[in-house]
């Protein structure tokens, strides 16, 4: 009885580091994901600014 409970134990401590490896893990992903989002967010407000610039030069080219 006392083996199995040793046995049971171990297994629990474990499953219990491996939990917390992935966790560790989804939280580092997370972080990442938040981060492009920040990047692409960037990048879409300056694809929208060039956009407006070259509408502007083409209306200016339109007009010679």
């Not at 893990?25 to 407006?52: D, G, I, L, W, Y």
Request: charged letters at 30%.
């Amino acid at each position: 009885v006392v083996l199995a409970v040793v046995l049971e134990s171990a297994g629990g401590l474990i499953w219990a580091g491996s939990a917390s490896e992935r966790l560790k893990e989804v939280e580092v992903r997370v972080a990442t994901q938040s981060a492009m989002a920040e990047r692409m967010a960037r990048v879409e407000v300056r694809q929208e600014e060039a956009a407006a610039q070259l509408g502007r030069i083409e209306r200016k080219l339109d007009g010679l």
